[in-house]
């Protein structure tokens, strides 16, 4: 056998407030990918908002190593020289004012000249080209607030840019981002610090995402939001512009990333998939009609909405039961807040909150698998319940309508309770409707989202990258 045939390849994933410290959708697909190509060595470089996190997930033998770093915090000591220092903040005031005129800045020249280890803020602040940097940014862009509202802004956002471009990534083959924003622009500087391959998979679009969480919080206001917005939308332009190869789950979301620079030949579409042996069980039918909620109990899958869906339901179907099945402990006092909405309503008979468990025990005798998120990118829920052989009904996001096969019956806008109910009652009083879903579904899984399509994807994918020859 040659040297060449016999050497790993080492990926290194870059991560942004996921696995292995919290569980969800990218988690599962991140740990599943890992263990299934161990043939493969992974190190973790995760970005993280507190230390010492406890592990979710038991990492499997082919993670051969896993480095934390504090979004925010010193990756490092402070960076001290004068003459460099100088330089370098001259050629971050010229990033930012390109920036500012709504173009591509060169990336390449400015993270070339910031060193690993180092810590950048203090130079910005107390440097005379930084400070005139906020003073300006100030006066342009912040005339109707407080300076103290600007500048703290600017170094909230900063240490946290500051501190993802001074980490110091693992050697690896090939960098792997699982999302623009900081993971994407830590992998960057990995890429252009080692000559190695990045690539970037997105199960949704970062900067969509924080833009709507930046909407809808009162703590930023005013310029702070258009600041953040900017900011986002900023670094998915850069990844997509220096990223070796791209991946989205779906045709809609590959079509955004064209519109913010991806190039259309580093671009393609590999949907999310799922073990369909195992999620093929026979069904144990129980008497009653049972919904089903597969998700965490967080804001993000609104289970507030998913409890006043109930609601209207159980009032027209006595026999009705409902289970909102998966962790709890992620967000204690949301969950607070659901459980008293449950009691509330005076659902307690009727309705449980199940805690995380083998969600197969389940989908055995679900009737409806209900989705009531206000973001999401391909759920593999409902691929794991079509499997089972469970109809679905959800709110209109991500991919989802597709998966639904855009039958409006079963979809309906974000906290839109009463449409949800009346999905659901459609599947109720049609079981000849409800079979005819379960023989589609089943091959919609079989032809498209089997998941050992989406591993041998992704081994070829690594090979080829690792030969890629990087250019300065």
Same mark, same amino acid.
């Given at each position: 056998?040659?040297?060449?045939?016999?050497?790993?390849?080492?990926?290194?994933?870059?991560?942004?407030?996921?696995?292995?410290?919290?569980?969800?959708?990218?988690?599962?697909?991140?740990?599943?990918?890992?263990?299934?190509?161990?043939?493969?060595?992974?190190?973790?470089?995760?970005?993280?908002?507190?230390?010492?996190?406890?592990?979710?997930?038991?990492?499997?033998?082919n993670?051969?190593?896993?480095?934390?770093?504090?979004?925010?915090?010193?990756?490092?000591?402070v960076?001290?020289s004068?003459?460099?220092?100088?330089?370098?903040?001259?050629?971050?005031?010229?990033?930012?004012?390109?920036?500012?005129?709504?173009?591509?800045?060169?990336?390449k020249?400015?993270i070339s000249?910031?060193?690993?280890k180092?810590?950048?803020?203090?130079?910005?602040?107390?440097?005379?080209?930084?400070?005139?940097?906020?003073?300006?940014?100030?006066?342009?862009n912040?005339?109707?607030?407080?300076?103290?509202?600007?500048?703290?802004?600017?170094?909230?956002?900063?240490?946290?840019l500051?501190?993802?471009?001074?980490?110091?990534a693992?050697?690896?083959?090939?960098?792997?981002?699982?999302?623009?924003?900081?993971?994407?622009?830590?992998?960057?500087?990995?890429r252009?610090?080692?000559?190695?391959?990045?690539?970037?998979?997105?199960?949704?679009?970062?900067?969509?995402?924080?833009?709507?969480?930046?909407?809808?919080?009162?703590?930023?206001?005013?310029?702070?939001?258009?600041?953040?917005?900017?900011?986002?939308?900023?670094?998915s332009?850069?990844?997509?512009s220096?990223?070796?190869?791209?991946?989205?789950?779906f045709?809609?979301?590959?079509?955004?990333?064209?519109?913010?620079?991806?190039?259309?030949?580093?671009?393609?579409?590999?949907?999310?998939?799922?073990?369909?042996?195992?999620?093929?069980?026979?069904?144990?039918p129980?008497?009653?009609?049972?919904?089903?909620?597969?998700?965490?109990?967080?804001?993000?899958?609104?289970?507030?909405?998913f409890?006043?869906?109930?609601?209207?339901?159980?009032?027209?179907?006595p026999? %009705?039961?409902?289970?909102?099945? @998966?962790?709890?402990?992620?967000?204690?006092?949301?969950? $607070?807040?659901? &459980? #008293?909405? /449950?009691?509330n309503?005076?659902?307690?008979?009727?309705?449980?909150?199940?805690?995380?468990?083998?969600?197969?025990?389940?989908?055995?005798?679900?009737?409806v698998?209900?989705?009531?998120?206000?973001?999401?990118?391909?759920?593999?829920?409902?691929?794991?319940?079509?499997?089972?052989?469970?109809?679905?009904?959800?709110?209109?996001?991500?991919?989802?309508?597709?998966?639904?096969?855009f039958?409006?019956?079963?979809?309906?806008?974000?906290?839109? %309770?009463?449409?949800?109910?009346? @999905?659901?009652?459609?599947l109720?009083?049609?079981?000849? $409707?409800?079979? &005819? #879903?379960? /023989?589609?579904n089943?091959?919609?899984?079989?032809?498209?989202?089997?998941?050992k399509?989406?591993?041998?994807?992704?081994r070829?994918?690594?090979?080829?990258?690792a030969?890629?020859?990087?250019?300065?």
């Open positions: 056998m040659s040297d060449t045939a016999e050497k790993r390849i080492c990926v290194c994933i870059v991560l942004e407030g996921s696995y292995p410290y919290i569980t969800g959708g990218v988690s599962a697909w991140v740990h599943d990918l890992i263990k299934n190509l161990p043939e493969v060595d992974f190190k973790l470089f995760t970005i993280s908002p507190e230390a010492n996190q406890p592990l979710r997930y038991e990492l499997p033998p993670v051969i190593e896993s480095r934390d770093i504090l979004i925010g915090e010193p990756a490092g000591t960076f001290k004068p003459r460099k220092g100088v330089r370098l903040m001259k050629e971050i005031f010229r990033f930012h004012q390109v920036m500012g005129e709504n173009k591509d800045p060169d990336v020249k400015m000249m910031m060193p690993e180092r810590f950048l803020y203090h130079l910005a602040v107390k440097s005379k080209v930084g400070w005139n940097m906020i003073t300006n940014g100030n006066r342009k912040n005339p109707l607030y407080p300076f103290s509202d600007y500048y703290w802004a600017w170094k909230s956002s900063h240490d946290m500051f501190s993802v471009l001074g980490a110091e693992p050697e690896a083959d090939i960098y792997h981002a699982v999302s623009t924003g900081f993971a994407g622009l830590a992998t960057l500087a990995a252009l610090r080692h000559k190695k391959p990045f690539l970037l998979t997105e199960h949704g679009l970062y900067h969509k995402e924080r833009e709507m969480e930046i909407r809808k919080t009162s703590i930023v206001r005013g310029y702070q939001r258009d600041m953040w917005t900017k900011i986002y939308n900023k670094i332009r850069i990844c997509y220096h990223a070796d190869h791209i991946t989205a789950l045709e809609e979301n590959r079509q955004k990333q064209l519109e913010l620079g991806a190039p259309a030949d580093k671009t393609e579409v590999i949907p999310n998939g799922i073990d369909v042996e195992r999620f093929t069980i026979d069904r144990e129980r008497e009653g009609f049972h919904v089903g909620l597969v998700g965490r109990v967080v804001p993000i899958k609104d289970i507030k909405t409890i006043s869906t109930c609601k209207i339901v159980a009032d027209k179907v026999e %009705a039961r409902f289970y909102c099945i @998966g962790p709890t402990d992620e967000d204690e006092g949301y969950y $607070e807040d659901c &459980k #008293l909405l /449950v009691e309503l005076k659902l307690q008979d009727v309705f449980e909150f199940t805690g995380r468990q083998d969600v197969r025990d389940y989908y055995k005798f679900l009737d698998l209900l989705l009531t998120s206000v973001r999401e990118a391909q759920p593999l829920v409902f691929l794991e319940g079509y499997c089972a052989g469970v109809p679905a009904v959800s709110t209109i996001v991500g991919n989802v309508p597709e998966l639904l096969n039958d409006e019956r079963f979809l309906a806008p974000s906290k839109d %309770a009463s449409k949800l109910a009346d @999905g659901i009652m459609t109720y009083n049609n079981p000849a $409707e409800v079979e &005819k #879903l379960r /023989v589609k089943y091959q919609k899984v079989l032809n498209f989202y089997d998941k399509d989406l591993h041998k994807r992704y070829v994918m690594y090979r080829e990258l030969e890629l020859e990087i250019e300065d």
